[in-house]
């Protein structure tokens, strides 16, 4: 009626209650000491439960929940993120999709139809990012011992095959930075001629910018309004400022003089983030009739031109892009 097996070092029961199969760890590791110790006085005791019907209501206390209280606890553990922001969007498309559906009763095949068509929808990669997000919701679900297997492991995607970023020429910049105005102009010049981040541009202080020594450090990022370390522990530097960058920092600097920071939003204090660019980047490149690229597509040119140069040293370029 009950058995024994092991999952990783630790030694597992696995039973019946009504038809519907139990597992649940004993916390003992796999010694034969410790199998005789089940064998002996743990399970004579679990099978007498089972027949008494005592363990029925155990169970029935012990039943799974809605998939969404396993989402937001998943959620609140990962708040220190820094990727916080894109993940809780992520569960709450899943607690949109199973809302009212106890974690138990979701399937492989239905998991699997609907990344598919998120897949459709965006691309494999952004999928694939899903379903990770998901899988570790179930393993929040078997921590608790609420199921006993994962439905995302056997779930297939399309594989993910990486577009190569085409940078733009030196003469397609130009011509972008030419055509944008305003403080886009002065963005686009300073990601153009420095390789930043997007939101390392938005992070700048104007304290952080050294005309006469001719430097900039990077302190900071802004993603989503919120002002946070940068992307890695190398990120934090000091980035060389070449001199065609000069004449668009000297009237940024002035533009900005009522804020602490180099490209302020309405309120004085930083831009919400990269999204008020890809509005009107669009258009910008449509104007210029430049092919469209993301606007990324900024620093992968400052590195592609700067190789191309010959005045730095792949490591060298590797310090200056963090």
Not at 20 to 44: E, F, H, M, W, Y
Not at 56 to 69: A, L, R, S
Request: glycine share 6%; charged share 30%; with cysteine.
């Amino acid at each position: 009626m009950v058995s024994v097996y092991k999952r990783g070092t630790k030694l597992y029961l696995q039973f019946y209650v009504n038809g519907k199969r139990r597992q649940r760890t004993t916390g003992l590791d796999d010694t034969s000491a410790n199998r005789k110790l089940l064998k002996q006085k743990v399970i004579p005791k679990l099978e007498a439960k089972i027949v008494s019907g005592e363990l029925d209501e155990i169970e029935k206390e012990n039943e799974p929940f809605e998939f969404g209280w396993y989402a937001r606890k998943y959620s609140i553990s990962k708040e220190h993120l820094k990727s916080w922001p894109e993940l809780n969007t992520i569960v709450k498309f899943f607690e949109e999709s199973f809302r009212g559906r106890r974690i138990d009763t979701i399937r492989s095949s239905e998991i699997e139809d609907l990344l598919l068509e998120k897949a459709w929808q965006t691309s494999p990669r952004t999928a694939k990012w899903y379903l990770g997000t998901l899988r570790a919701i179930f393993r929040v679900a078997m921590r608790h011992e609420h199921i006993d297997k994962n439905p995302c492991d056997i779930v297939e995607l399309p594989k993910h095959t990486p577009k190569e970023i085409e940078p733009f020429t030196e003469e397609e910049a130009a011509r972008i930075v030419e055509a944008a105005d305003g403080w886009l102009k002065n963005y686009l010049a300073t990601a153009f001629y420095t390789g930043m981040r997007p939101g390392e541009i938005f992070g700048l202080m104007k304290s952080d910018i050294d005309l006469d020594a001719r430097t900039i450090q990077v302190r900071r990022a802004i993603k989503h309004g919120m002002v946070m370390t940068p992307k890695t522990k190398n990120s934090v530097r000091t980035v060389v400022i070449l001199d065609a960058l000069v004449p668009y920092l000297e009237k940024q600097i002035e533009a900005s003089k009522s804020s602490l920071y180099l490209f302020p939003g309405k309120d004085g204090g930083p831009m919400h983030g990269a999204s008020i660019v890809k509005r009107r980047w669009k258009e910008l490149l449509k104007s210029c009739g430049i092919e469209y690229r993301k606007p990324y597509a900024t620093r992968h040119t400052f590195i592609t031109t700067m190789l191309k140069s010959g005045k730095v040293t792949l490591m060298e370029l590797a310090q200056m892009v963090g």
